[in-house]
Nanobody
């Protein structure tokens, strides 16, 4: 059974930063997966925040976070990270990580339907 466990959410003031982590088990699932972070604010649809390919050579970001957020992965720790800087109140949402375990090496699916496994989500709240 593939499991994704997020951590690192919380309350932060506008302009501050947070780092989210998502640990994936078992190890083989992580190495095979493109990984992504999505978010969903109350009353809004799910939005791609950032994604990274299996090979780490390719990344993709939502327009609203470009230049502020950075996605990375540590294949030795089976963990994907989302470093969020210069946070804004409109970044407030539940952030979930997702894994596409059938991803081709350099591809980054942007459609949430392509992702097979999801974490439980972690709340990020940015106060003004």
């Amino acid at each position: 059974q593939v499991q994704l466990v997020e951590s690192g959410g919380g309350l932060v003031q506008a302009g501050g930063g947070l780092r989210l982590s998502c640990a994936v088990t078992p190890r083989y699932a992580f190495s095979r997966s493109a990984m992504a972070w999505f978010r969903q604010a109350p009353g809004a649809g799910r939005e791609l925040v950032a994604a990274i390919s299996r090979s780490t050579s390719n990344t993709n970001y939502g327009d609203s976070v470009k230049g502020r957020f950075t996605i990375s992965r540590d294949n030795d720790k089976n963990t994907v990270y989302l470093q969020m800087n210069n946070l804004k109140p409109e970044d407030t949402a539940v952030y979930s990580c997702a894994a596409d375990v059938n991803a081709i090496l350099h591809t980054i699916p942007s459609d949430s339907g392509a992702y097979d496994y999801w974490g439980q989500g972690t709340q990020v709240t940015v106060s003004s």
